[in-house]
């Protein structure tokens, strides 16, 4: 079993910058496939970041490349995302997901989700 847990959101400027954390539970959690998604009311949740069990690859939706990063600290059990130059597209409910396999872009690889923390970005 596999819980995550998201923090870091918030309200920010246009511009700004923000942290988003995802604390996990278990006990192999740097076995995993991790990433970040997003989503918009109405909308699908889309693929923002990847990164493998070591951390040494990662993967970006195409736009939030030089924008954000991903990274993870296996022995804390944490997820990161650094988001800068924050866009108020870039407002949406973003969740951590570990994947079970398959292609890093689909939510369809993912068995396990975080609750979800909200970024809204004003202009």
């Known amino acids: 079993q596999v819980q995550l847990v998201e923090s870091g959101g918030g309200l920010v400027q246009a511009g700004g910058s923000l942290r988003l954390s995802c604390a996990a539970s278990?006990?192999?959690?740097?076995?995993?496939?991790m990433a970040w998604f997003r989503q918009n009311p109405g909308k699908e949740r889309e693929f923002v970041a990847g990164i493998n069990w070591s951390g040494t690859r990662t993967y970006y939706a195409d736009s939030v490349k030089g924008q954000f990063t991903i990274s993870r600290d296996n022995a804390e059990k944490m997820l990161y995302l650094q988001m800068n130059s924050l866009q108020p597209e870039d407002t949406a409910v973003y969740y951590c997901?570990?994947?079970?396999?398959?292609?890093?872009?689909?939510?369809?690889?993912?068995?396990?989700w975080g609750q979800g923390t909200q970024v809204t970005v004003s202009s």
């Open positions: 997901g570990k994947s079970r396999g398959g292609s890093y872009a689909s939510t369809r690889s993912y068995d396990y």
């Open positions: 278990g006990r192999t959690f740097s076995s995993y496939v």
